[in-house]
């Protein structure tokens, strides 16, 4: 597994997209950063950017990467490897190589602008940490629907309408549902609701750092317990993790069943 | 008239010459400080030298003046009041109070004014009083320079630190307040002067206005108090340059207004409050020169609410900066500058030429349904709020800065 991940890698660190992506992020974070000292409001401006981009990124990159590979892949196929580690191999290059661009690509302004030893070093790593998941999330996800779709333009289709629900659709659906049963106490619902996207996790994880968890709690008792405790720092993280795992359990599940 | 001046001076110097100070220390002749007041008549000084004196309640009942050398300490030894000042003209200065007694059933304070004009409390310490400052019925005081800490814990069974109750003309000015249910109270307080002060880490308000009206307070520091200051059914209250900054908590205002009638507030700074300024019932109010600034929500208006007038105030990142809950009213914003305002200046006469509508859909959706609160800053938000601002529907279309600045004023 180790070999083909490498391979996935190296292949996509060349790729110019990965630098283009990079560069991105470089110029967009030092901009920010030269425009706005302050590391808060430079968080949440990059925050509004890397949850949409960073899944859209990850989603393009993963049902791409898939479709194009797919000759090398049914060469490994015929070689005595174990279906999983190709495609996990496969799934964690493409995660890996754009989870790097993100981490150098925010990471280069910030170590210049010297967070280490200013005071929102807390939020920086948590916005980092989100993206990183993210990209890890979204590129599996999307790479499962590539192993189940041969039709390509079906896949692409597909992968795109996952990130679109995750990103807009997702949000407004809640919205509605808030608004339409509110006479009854929602807060637990809103905030379970909020689990089952990882776009919506990210986003509170970044803002509970940003102590807008205040505000929050202003609205009643289940959002103080939740947001003004580490419980909800803790089980907003373990949310994300299990959303983690779902993507390489599905990859693992799809690739022993398909027949090539 | 050159005569009277002359009279006037030799009695002036005849009463000097009968003034006279009592000393008090361990090593004196006397060495109670009971004892000295008793002694003591209109005119005199009590001077008290360093040392703790535990006398429990001492009752100053003529013209004297109280002067502590080094601090001096009072102990109250838990019980009772520690100084009960019942005249007029008296001066307090340079002690400290310590161990005065607590009661959910008397509003026991270490330090009580009754009944006194021309009084002067300044320069003491008190440490974990129930009631530090108790003024009640008295005029024309001045409470200054003293230190008030406390150690409270629950809102019901806790005191303020300086406390007034039908009193006028009251000057509070650069006290520092901490630790207890109010800064300041006033109730039934009128033409009084609060400057200077800094209130901070108190459980309810830094400093709490009720039925008080013709007064000021200015230069004020209220931070991480429950609420900055709230001004509750009050008329005629100036505002001036105080800071309310870091009110923050699930139920924390910066500055609350109920009922409260033709006020002025100008030039404060609230910065990183929960809510900056929260109305309810506020009438004929003018705002000018304030800087709103990360705060949670800048202004919060509810119901009944007329004549508000905004103009040349700073509204910079907050999160939201205007919640409004009813569509009928005559307040107005004019000259503004809103951080979020995304207008331009063609005629460059700095200020912008679209006009600005401060309340966000989200902010009208969160009044619906509060819960809505876990979408802030939400791609999907975002998107409603665009679209609510080039065409308005839900939001009040009277709401509106007509010449937003597009430069800070501040």
Redesign the interface.
Known sequence: MLKILKYTLFDLLRSRWSYLYFAFYLVFTAALLFLSGDVSKVVVSLMNVILILSPLIATMFGVMYYYNSRDFIELLLAQPLRRTHIFWGQYLGVALSLSVSLLLGIGIPFTFYGIFHAAGLGHFLTLLMDGIILSFIFSGIAFLIALRHENKIKGFGLAILMWLFFAVIYDGLVLMLLIWFRDYPLEATSLGLALFNPIDLSRILILLQLDISALMGYTGAVFQKFLGSQMGMLLSFGALLLWLLFPAWGIRQSALAKDF | MKRRTLCFLLLCWVMALQAKIIVVCASCPIQSVKQAIEQAQDGDVVRIESGVYREGLLLVDKKISISGHNFPVLDGGGKDEILIIHADSVLVEGLEFRNAGRSNLKDLAALRIRRSRHFCIRNNRIFDAYFGIYVERSAQGCISDNQVLGKSEKEATSGNAIHAWYADSLEIVNNYLSGYRDGIYLEFVNHSQVADNLSEGNLRYGLHFMFSNDDEYGCNTFRDNGAGVAVMFSKRIFMFDNLFDHN?????YGLLLKEIYDAHIAGNRFTQN?IGIFLEGATRIEYRHNLFKNN?WAIQMTGGCLDNHFSANDFE?N?LDMVVNSRVNNNTFNGNYWSEYAGYDLDRDGTGDVPHRPVKLFSY?LN????????????????LNYSEKISPVFTPQEVSDQSPLMQSVL
């Open positions: 923050w908590g699930t139920a924390a929960t949670g990142t999160t959706i619906q349904s509060p819960e809505s609160i876990v979408l802030l800053r939400s791609f999907f938000i975002d998107l």
